[in-house]
């Protein structure tokens, strides 16, 4: 058997500003008469000045103080033995040889090499074409060396840790990671193979015969300098599935062939991994071939050379302008190595036909990134998405006018708990700030600042509402498209909105320009009139939902608030929203009662509102609410919910409920029941009491679950092992009964159902209980008379064969049936 072994090791990936210093060794002869020469690819220098601009033009991304040139080392009487741990080497910065640098021989440097008149940087025995890599690699060494924890993650077995120590004694990231890992692969080899004669010391006897891939492996991912341990705690893994196997479940899927008597080759892969998100403007891919040829990818296209790249990105995006597009090399493989630029790193401008070099940019905060979410481009700037690269642009422009205005504290009034409070939560945050996530953090902050007046009015905190949110939003995007004031008149007529109209830079002295208008008229009740309207309900006591809007136009930004202040606002809404359903048919369901600091749950006993024309009367009571199809919010769209199962139409819930009215009667399953006892006891057994109602729960998901619990049962009877439930089949199970039974989505289901185990059948919708008792009494009558129809027969095989171990069961309605679809493994 051939065994292969993954391990990636996984790190964060930083942006280095520390250069580590460049080394070049041998290349300084000193005459008797003190003259020097100096030497560099095979070519001799007479003078200083020269040698340095060579360096320079060769080595253009290096720092010159961090290039050092190694010369002859003189002892001296006065210090005996220096040259035995020390280098010493001369700046390319300083003017004379008596200025030169000393390093300790243990110091790592990167030293500089010739591959057929190629330069290559070598770091720790490790080649790299750049320097980048090179230093990157330094940087990692410097940071890993220093974590020596490794025997704390060790496992309890003592003979574990003395293999390991005795393997790793003293060997730590740098040790380990030389020569591109082979001293780290060459270790773990010598760990496995004393682990396994270990094993088979004790008498471990080789697992049962199964079906295999040919080459099994075994893939784990781990912090840089703990990569020693990862034997050691596989081999731990390992003998605690052995101790208590029917407990202990191994995470690693193959892990029992690494240590099988019968494996006798073995093969070790490690490479790194980036665990980052890298969010750039156009974001290309590039790869470095052997023969130095680099091409790109973009989006699943590829691109042979950056002139086509740079015609491919151009007609991608036509509609950004040809100087104001940037491409960013944001990744690039060399073979097995991944190197990850960075933000700031390679860039390529489209505008330039020439072969321009890559270029850094420093400042990205007026940079327009791309990124690709659920196969869409979207353009994100300043934490925002926009669908389209002009309402980017404009967003951008907004922000280069307005953030230059800072003066919004010298507009807040003069009383000294709202100056307090508006400074406490808009401190240094301007229109920059507030415009993040599409002005959601210009929402959240109003809210809190808005709570901390009403705490101060003692009238109690307001929490938002989603609902509210997208009405308020809906109604300022309607405010913002008028055009006369006479579409705003109508607009504004809003039962329980707060409207204003202000300066986009402004917008963060709203709230507290309704606070100072509030508070006037409660200082001066006989004189002051409130001017904005609404703004008596959206301070009192009964508000406690509001929601928030926000819309540009032009120069100014319209901001609005939402809130039920009363019972009629409330049942107005209600009915604007659900106008497709006549007000006899709706309720409004009351969950708690607030009085002051104190809340009173309803919620067990069921109060209700009447939706009705000139209906004031109370709360009613509903006893039986599992005939009520009742709402909830799934993110933006709202879902009806009816028996547990959520449907995104109310027409849908309805026929749910219309179909347990008419089924849940029918109570003569029974009847149709197999007449072999073990069925018939295991059917009662799991059934008993489970009609229609009771399995349709959740969109038939209990009555698969049931299914499952039957089935394990009758496979016991035949000494079967139990099967499992599985999410993934379910899920897939689920879209191809809804599929069958709605006849949507028929292309795919047929190409999918050709390359998965997936069975189906129909059921009278009553008694779809009793399926699994006839693909049982199917299953005895194949085991006296095998019938040749395997169609027929493929799912019985299927759920009482011992290679099965995985099963779930989808189901949808369609009519008077049900279809019954099983995926099994």
């Not at 393997?167 to 760990?191: D, P």
């Not at 990862?230 to 029917?246: A, G, P």
């Not at 709605?742 to 129909?762: D, I, L, M, P, Q």
Request: hydrophobic content about 35%.
């Amino acid at each position: 058997m051939l065994f292969i072994i993954s391990l990636l090791i996984s790190f964060v990936l930083q942006t280095y500003e520390y250069y580590n210093y460049l080394a070049i060794l041998g290349c300084v002869t000193i005459h008797g008469n003190g003259s020097e020469i100096f030497k560099f690819q095979n070519k001799t220098y007479k003078e200083k000045k020269d040698f340095v601009k060579i360096l320079k033009q060769k080595l253009p991304n290096v720092p010159s103080n961090k290039i050092l040139i190694q010369v002859p080392f003189e002892d001296r009487k006065n210090k005996p033995g220096v040259s035995d741990s020390f280098n010493k080497f001369l700046t390319i910065n300083s003017s004379s040889f008596d200025k030169h640098v000393f390093k300790p021989k243990s110091e790592l440097f990167i030293q500089v090499g010739f591959v057929k008149d190629k330069l290559f940087f070598n770091c720790n025995s490790n080649f790299f074409k750049n320097y980048h890599d090179a230093n990157q690699c330094m940087e990692d060494i410097k940071k890993y060396e220093k974590h020596r924890y490794q025997e704390q993650y060790l496992g309890k077995d003592l003979f574990g840790k003395l293999v390991w120590r005795s393997t790793w004694k003293n060997c730590t990231y740098k040790c380990f990671t030389q020569l591109g890992f082979k001293e780290l692969i060459g270790r773990l080899y010598v760990t496995a193979q004393q682990f396994a004669k270990r094993i088979a010391k004790d008498g471990f006897q080789a697992y049962k015969k199964y079906e295999e891939r040919p080459i099994s492996g075994v893939f784990n991912v781990i912090f840089k300098p703990l990569a020693s341990v990862q034997m050691n705690q596989w081999y731990t893994e390992f003998l605690l599935s052995k101790k208590i196997k029917y407990l202990f479940k191994r995470r690693n899927r193959n892990l029992k062939g690494l240590f099988d008597r019968k494996t006798r080759r073995v093969g070790f892969g490690i490479a790194k991994t980036e665990n980052n998100l890298v969010i750039v403007s156009v974001p290309v891919i590039s790869t470095i071939h052997r023969n130095g040829r680099e091409t790109f990818a973009f989006q699943n296209n590829h691109y042979e050379s950056r002139e086509e790249l740079i015609v491919g990105i151009k007609n991608m995006f036509q509609d950004v302008p040809k100087n104001y597009l940037l491409l960013h090399v944001s990744l690039v493989h060399f073979g097995n190595r991944i190197n990850n630029t960075g933000p700031n790193n390679r860039f390529l401008r489209a505008d330039l036909n020439d072969n321009f070099g890559y270029f850094n940019i420093h400042d990205l905060s007026f940079l327009i990134r791309v990124v690709v979410i659920r196969r869409k481009l979207k353009y994100i700037c300043n934490y925002s998405s926009f669908s389209d690269y002009q309402s980017a642009n404009n967003y951008l422009d907004n922000i280069k006018k307005y953030d230059k205005m800072k003066s919004q504290y010298e507009l807040v009034g003069k009383d000294v708990h709202g100056w307090q409070t508006w400074y406490l939560i808009w401190k240094k945050c301007y229109y920059r700030c507030f415009s993040r996530y599409n002005f959601r953090e210009l929402s959240s902050r109003l809210e809190n600042e808005f709570n901390k007046y009403k705490i101060y009015f003692r009238n109690g905190a307001v929490t938002m509402s989603f609902t509210l949110h997208i009405s308020a939003k809906k109604l300022a995007k309607t405010l913002a498209k008028c055009k006369n004031k006479m579409c705003e008149k109508c607009a504004n007529c809003a039962g329980s909105a707060v409207v204003a109209k202000i300066s986009a830079p402004f917008a963060n002295i709203q709230v507290n320009k309704w606070y100072k208008e509030y508070l006037a008229s409660k200082q001066y009740p006989q004189t002051y009139k409130i001017k904005t309207k609404n703004l008596q309900s959206l301070f009192s006591q009964q508000t406690t939902k509001v929601g928030f809007g926000v819309a540009m136009k032009g120069k100014y930004m319209i901001i609005v608030y939402h809130c039920y202040s009363s019972r009629n606002d409330l049942v107005r809404a209600v009915k604007k929203q659900f106008q497709f359903l006549p007000t006899t048919f709706l309720l409004i369901h009351l969950l708690s009662i607030s009085h002051g600091i104190m809340v009173n749950s309803s919620i067990l006993e069921n109060k209700y509102y009447r939706v009705k024309l000139n209906d004031n009367s109370g709360y009613i009571n509903i006893k039986n609410t599992d005939l009520i199809v009742e709402t909830s919010g799934s993110g933006k769209k709202l879902m009806y919910s009816s028996n547990d199962g959520y449907y995104d139409s109310y027409k849908k819930a309805c026929e749910n409920i219309d179909n347990v009215r008419k089924y849940d009667r029918v109570r003569s399953q029974f009847k149709v029941i197999g007449k072999d006892m073990l069925g018939r006891e295991t059917w009662y057994l799991t059934w008993y009491g489970c009609y229609y109602k009771c399995f349709s729960r959740n969109n038939f998901f209990f009555l698969g679950t049931k299914f499952i619990e039957e089935l394990n049962i009758y496979r016991k009877e035949f000494s079967l092992n139990p099967v499992t439930f599985n999410p993934s089949l379910y899920n897939y199970a689920s879209f191809a009964a809804k599929s069958i039974a709605e006849g949507k989505n028929k292309v795919v289901h047929r190409v999918v159902s050709t390359f998965s185990n997936e069975a189906a059948t129909f059921a009278s919708a009553p008694f779809a209980n009793t399926q699994m008792n006839k693909w049982y009494e199917q299953f005895l009558s194949l085991k006296v008379m095998p019938k040749r129809n395997l169609k027929k027969t493929k799912i019985v095989q299927a759920l009482f064969s011992r290679y099965t171990t995985k099963v779930a069961f989808g189901a949808a309605q369609k009519g008077k049936f049900v279809v019954i679809v099983a995926l099994y493994k």
